[in-house]
Nanobody
């Protein structure tokens, strides 16, 4: 059974760091791009980052560029999101999702319709 499980969320002070993990099972991770999304209360779910199946291409939403880094270890069936210099506006539930292709794509890389499977999410709260 295909499954994505996020972990690593928690409460952190502004300026702090967290590393989220997305553990995949039930499918061959090497064949798919993986995305990270987030949803804050009362807001639309937005694409945060994407990594291609081989890891040689990544995408980021402008608000996290230079602070977040996506990576993957296909041998461990895991994708990571390293989040540094966290801000209160980063507070949200973070989800990983399997894209229906090997590539992240162009300007519409974060369109939710392009992602077929989702995890249950992990809460990230940035607050002093």
């Amino acid at each position: 059974q295909l499954q994505l499980v996020e972990s690593g969320g928690g409460l952190v002070q502004p300026g702090g760091s967290l590393r989220l993990s997305c553990a995949a099972s039930g499918f061959i991770l090497d064949d798919y791009a993986i995305g990270w999304f987030r949803q804050a209360p009362g807001k639309e779910r937005e694409g945060v980052s994407c990594i291609s199946s081989t890891g040689d291409n990544t995408k980021y939403v402008d608000s996290v560029k230079g602070r977040f880094t996506i990576s993957r270890d296909n041998a461990k069936n895991t994708v990571y999101l390293q989040m540094n210099s966290l801000k209160p506006e980063d507070t949200a539930v973070y989800y990983c999702a399997k894209k229906n292709s090997r590539l992240c794509g162009g300007g519409s890389w974060s369109a939710r319709v392009l992602f077929g499977s989702w995890g249950q999410g992990t809460q990230v709260t940035v607050s002093s």
